[in-house]
């Protein structure tokens, strides 16, 4: 895009039409080259069950969708003849090439839902708690300069920078802890489970540095891991 600006026989609205099919199907090979050397080089057993879900349901839209369509298209040639037969394999032709829309969505969901494609839980967490801690700071923000103008004003009897400085200071004190009691406060209020391990975890960590006992440590560990993973049954080995 840059490159266009500065050598405008590079845009591609100056291009033919032969070589504007040259560069869409060229771009279209290019992604789906990476999406192949991804799937088989670099994404792990869960990434790829996440692909197969995607690419499948993105697969039988498209190819359902032209497939309605030709079928429709083909039929709207016969109209001539008006049958009730012609009229129905038309509206069933439509339908299949608009209900197969919902295919995609479905199987981006499952991606989701079942293999935990973009982490959903993690994104609605940081949106929940960014989102609340941008509002906070702004308006934090937005009353601490009004409040601090009328102060110096009063004082000085001019508005000027020390209120901006002052507040942006204050914000950068607050972002810190206000994020973390944020944090704290999602987390026990919508992810309780999660919030609970944390709090399992501060107690344990505490407790290894005061005791020396094997016995009770390793009572300390099974009751630690029995109570965040949740195992059937749990073993201690140790080498002699």
Request: aromatic share 12%.
């Amino acid at each position: 895009m840059v490159s266009w600006f500065f050598f405008p026989s590079l845009n591609p609205e100056c291009w033919s039409n032969l070589a504007l099919s040259f560069l869409g199907a060229g771009l279209l090979l290019i992604g789906v080259a990476i999406q192949v050397y991804r799937f088989i080089r670099v994404s792990t057993p869960l990434q790829r069950q996440q692909t197969r879900w995607v690419a499948f349901s993105l697969v039988f839209l498209i190819a359902t969708g032209l497939l309605g369509t030709i079928a429709e298209s083909n039929l709207a040639g016969r109209t001539a003849t008006i049958s009730p037969t012609v009229k129905l394999m038309q509206l069933c032709a439509w339908l299949l090439s608009e209900l197969t829309v919902i295919v995609f969505p479905i199987g981006l969901a499952v991606a989701m839902m079942r293999y935990r494609l973009w982490e959903l839980d993690n994104l609605i967490n940081r949106a929940l708690v960014y989102s609340l801690l941008t509002g906070i700071l702004v308006t934090v923000y937005f009353f601490s300069v009004v409040l601090l103008q009328e102060v110096f004003r009063l004082l000085t009897d001019q508005k000027g920078p020390p209120a901006v400085v002052v507040s942006t200071l204050m914000i950068a004190a607050l972002f810190s802890p206000l994020r973390k009691n944020l944090q704290t406060t999602i987390d026990r209020r919508f992810y309780r489970n999660k919030y609970d391990i944390a709090r399992i975890l501060e107690v344990y960590n505490a407790s290894l540095r005061e005791e020396v006992a094997l016995d009770q440590l390793l009572d300390q560990l099974t009751w630690v891991v029995g109570e965040t993973i949740h195992p059937v049954s749990i073993s201690i080995w140790l080498k002699d």
